[in-house]
């Protein structure tokens, strides 16, 4: 979507879609933090408007709607400062004026600055940077929830992200432009050079470009540097892209997820499975080449078991370790198939169960015990003997 130029505009489907996400993971994120900690921080680094046209609220407002209907009453109650940076007077101005119509706990903050993005967010780095450090106002986490959502590439620089991500708790959705950096890419780079460095915090984006031979990996090679450059420079533990694709089954962007806590991936991955769709887009977890996964008509769970016996073949692992592997390095998430891929498998013998001592009922498989894949070795060798 082309940068809108008026003070508000109408909303497409893929900023829907997006705005599902963003508010069932807040749904699920904000209770989390409340239990654990007296205040938090949500930043919207590119606030809007508050409004859509048709009348559609915006992601301020879908923050704040979910802070205030949330049937936890501790999340209405603890302290939740939020921070909207826009840099359009006018769009600061409406979102203002929709504020103020709205009647807000009076735990909660809301902090609307209008200006850059990375020079605002900056400057509040630099304040929680020095409340942090021994001696400063703060020494406790305070937990950081960021939605990153610019139309451009140039105004979010790696720096700054990365300096976001090195605050303690602190975790990000970030709306990776792809189409238009691969199609400046593709038509004149050289005038674009220090822009794309920002974005990537290297150079190395130019020789990715040069050796792909397609455009499958161009993107692929794309969305790994700048995931590798999340992991490598902002120590982010954990880090997923989904692909948005429009009506035409083309890429518009990826929205990447950044965190250090397993808790929130788990929970973005659930949000993930959980908005509604819409004939107008799709969306497919593209964080693993070999895994490439379309959100629609449910989870296939048949190949989530091909996945997990590749995996775990003639070993016997923890129900953990499997737990693990389907969060941490596959598109699927932990709900719901311990019920529809390893029950069918200890229906067939396909696992057997080490109950290392703990009483359990068939098909349940509670923290601490082992599952065994040597099953269909142990099978074959019982028939050899049999023959």
């Known amino acids: 979507m082309a940068t809108p130029k008026s003070t508000i505009w ?3 489907k893929h900023t829907q879609a997006k705005h599902e996400i963003l508010r069932a993971y807040l749904q699920a994120w904000l209770p989390i ?3 654990t900690y007296d205040r938090v921080l949500i930043i919207d680094g590119f606030a ?4 859509y046209q048709g009348g559609e609220i915006g992601s301020p407002l879908i923050a704040l709607d979910v802070l205030c209907k949330h049937t936890y009453k501790v999340v209405r109650q603890k302290a939740v400062r939020f921070l909207f940076i826009e840099k359009n007077r006018k769009r600061c101005d409406n979102l203002e004026t929709l504020l103020q119509q709205q009647e807000l706990p009076s735990s909660l903050q809301c902090d609307i600055v209008c200006g850059e993005f990375a020079d605002i967010l900056n400057q509040e780095l630099h304040t929680l940077e020095m409340n942090n450090k021994p001696g400063g106002l703060r020494r406790k986490v305070l937990p950081v929830f960021a939605f990153i959502d ?5 105004q979010t620089p790696m720096s700054t992200i990365v300096r976001l991500m090195q605050l303690q708790g602190c975790e990000i959705l970030f709306t990776f432009m792809y189409e238009e950096i691969n199609r400046f890419m593709t038509a004149d780079y050289s005038t674009k050079q220090q822009q794309y460095d920002d974005l990537f915090g290297t150079h190395e984006w130019i020789h990715m470009i040069n050796i792909a031979t397609t455009a499958e990996e161009r993107e692929h090679f794309i969305c ?3 995931k590798k450059q999340l992991q490598d420079m902002g120590h982010v533990k954990y880090v997923r892209y989904f692909r948005m694709i429009n009506r035409h089954n083309a890429t518009d962007y990826f ?3 950044g965190t250090n806590d397993l808790k929130g991936l788990e929970k973005m991955k659930d949000a993930m499975w959980t908005v509604d769709r819409d004939d107008g887009y799709a969306f ?5 080449q070999q895994q490439p996964q379309l959100f629609e008509n449910g989870p296939d769970y048949d190949r989530l078991k091909r996945l997990i016996m590749s995996r775990f073949h003639g070993m016997t692992v923890t129900i953990e370790d499997i737990d693990h592997y389907v969060l941490v390095e ?3 998430r932990i709900a719901g198939y311990r019920e529809n891929v390893l029950k069918p498998m200890e229906a067939s013998s396909e696992i057997k169960i080490v109950a290392n001592g703990m009483k359990r009922n068939r098909y349940t498989y509670p923290r601490g015990i082992s599952i065994s894949f040597q099953v269909e070795k142990a099978m074959q060798t019982k028939q050899m003997k049999l023959w």
């Open 150 to 154: 610019p139309f451009g590439y140039s």
């Open 284 to 288: 497919s977890d593209r964080t693993n």
């Open 10 to 12: 109408s909303m497409d």
């Open 224 to 226: 790994e540097l700048y």
């Open 48 to 51: 809007g408007p508050g409004i």
């Open 33 to 35: 933090m409340m239990q």
């Open 255 to 257: 929205l990447f997820f």
């Open 330 to 332: 596959t598109p699927f």
